[in-house]
């Protein structure tokens, strides 16, 4: 009976230190996504799971493994997203869609994907815009000579909820030009993405 209980206890010690490692090693991943504390990423994801239509996904492979501006997502039908489901960062930009779905895993194109043509609205003048996918996490924006624009002018998403999409980078136009083209690019690195929410 001893010798029962003593595996016991110590099968349970091995269980607890194996946990604390498993969350050890969360938290290092958690903290890998960037600048922010780990205090405040695991707040940022537990507030989002309480959202009853949010997913809390991780990105298995990002450019340049994955091409064209796709990213490959550990979240599937089996979580109920769906085609066209909002990929964005933790932080509340928009980064893509769903384009294909299996039963765990999902890819995602990204608004940035070469040629992809997304509605938003330049924030200064409150100007409705359309982004081009450049590829690399880059977009570029043709407007009238006379709109203002400036670096680092946000560009939100055309819908209700004015999300982030992407900044003004540079800003190419000449005096004789009737339009001018605006280089835009990506809020975050898209080579280095670790976690997305969907919302199917």
Known sequence: ???????????????????EKVSS???????????????????????????????????LTQ????????IIIDAGSRDSITLGSVVSLPEGPILGRVSEIFTSRAKVKLLSSNGEETSAVLERGNVPVTLIGAGGG??????????????EDRILSADITSRLVAIVGEINVSPTDSFKEVLAKSPTNIFSLRFVFVTP
């Open 25 to 59: 090693l969360e938290l290092t991943i958690l903290s890998l996504s960037g600048g922010q504390t780990q205090e405040d990423i695991l707040l940022e994801l537990a507030s989002q799971k309480q959202g009853l239509n949010t997913v809390i996904s991780t990105v």
């Open 1 to 19: 009976m001893s010798t029962l209980f003593s595996s016991q206890k110590k099968l349970w010690e091995e269980n607890t230190l194996l946990k």
């Open 138 to 151: 880059n977009f570029k924006i043709v407007l009238p000579h006379d709109i203002t624009v400036e670096k």
């Open 63 to 70: 450019p340049p493994q994955s091409p064209y501006d796709t």
